[in-house]
């Protein structure tokens, strides 16, 4: 069902994307071996360090494993493929290369491969295939994951994170970074002014986009300047705190699964200034919860 393609010319992609198109129940890409300088650009836009693990999900001769693990005696290599003579053959490739001790090819199809445990994804694949893959990744792989194709893009999932492009380049590689899940209900509390503040927000996530919404007591805000990259979180909301007064609050954090810890900067009034501000920081730990307080009745009285 799997293996790679490659980007020959405008014919042979208008002819393979038409035959897959005739059997719209399979996906596939036949594999065509990997341009030299396009695998070169591939792996150096993905970098993999000292103690990282990479995998290539059509992976065929394995030549982009061994491109991003030759000269990297740190770096770990998976590749992926569903054709059985191109795996036995990348295999005692490996052990030629005296690099089988941390590389390894499978034979597996790509939508069985485990996503948790690596660092970079390498794919070239027909789009709709990796536009298949693409809730996998974000389902399986850990936040801060790099993902590394050529040619096509994720759909959705757009922009890229980073891109090789140069003039007069054939095809662009596009890297992109899997992002933590926040989608849904958060609360944490904040103490200021000897007073506790019980915060309700509602996050709501498009891939690295995000945007939410807060309430705390009766008032509702905006949560403005969302960022999501990796695991690192950033957002502003401006709200009135009773009996502190109208606060600008940036918070900043990573998340960790059901939980979000960081800081938060709260400009805040001063006592018996009323054009004066004061700066307060403190710890912020957010945690998701099943239910919300949001969608509670609220009132006339939002003082």
């Known amino acids: 069902m799997l293996s790679r393609r490659s980007f020959l010319s405008a014919v042979a992609v208008a002819a393979a994307l038409k035959s897959v198109a005739a059997r719209a129940q399979e ?36 030549r982009i494993v061994f491109a991003a693990t030759q000269g990297r005696p740190g770096v770990r290599g998976i590749g992926v493929d569903i054709n059985a003579e191109l795996v036995a053959k990348a295999n005692a490739a ?42 996998k990744i974000l389902r399986e792989a850990r936040p801060g994951t790099r993902l590394v194709a050529a040619t096509w893009d994720m759909g959705p999932w757009w922009p890229a994170d980073a891109t090789d492009d140069p003039p007069g380049s054939f095809m662009t590689i596009r890297q992109w970074v899997v992002p933590a899940r926040i989608e849904g209900s958060w609360e944490w509390e904040i103490s200021l002014r000897e007073r506790s ?26 949560l403005q300047n969302m960022t999501l990259r990796a695991a690192a979180l950033a957002f502003t909301t401006q709200i009135t705190l009773p009996g502190t007064g109208y606060a600008r609050l940036s918070f900043n954090g990573n998340v960790q699964g059901d939980a979000i810890e960081g800081t938060l900067e709260a400009q805040i009034p001063k006592r018996g200034e009323d ?17 919300t307080a949001y969608f509670a009745p609220t009132g006339t009285n939002i003082n």
């Open 94 to 135: 490996a052990k030629e290369q005296k690099l089988a001790d941390r590389v390894q090819f499978l034979h597996q199809n790509v939508f069985d491969a485990d996503l948790s445990k690596v660092d970079v994804i390498f794919m070239w694949l027909f789009p709709e295939l990796m536009r298949l893959l693409r809730p």
């Open 275 to 291: 054009n004066e501000t004061e700066t307060v920081r403190l710890p912020w730990r957010a945690r998701r919860s099943a239910g």
């Open 197 to 222: 503040y019980r915060f309700e927000a509602l996050l709501e996530q498009r891939v690295q986009q995000a945007e939410g919404q807060i309430r705390v007591g009766n008032r509702r805000e905006l």
């Open 27 to 62: 996906r596939f890409s036949p594999f065509v071996g990997s341009n030299p300088e396009n695998v070169t650009r591939m792996v150096e836009l993905a970098a993999p360090k000292t103690g990282e693990t990479v995998i290539d999900l059509g992976s065929g001769d394995g």
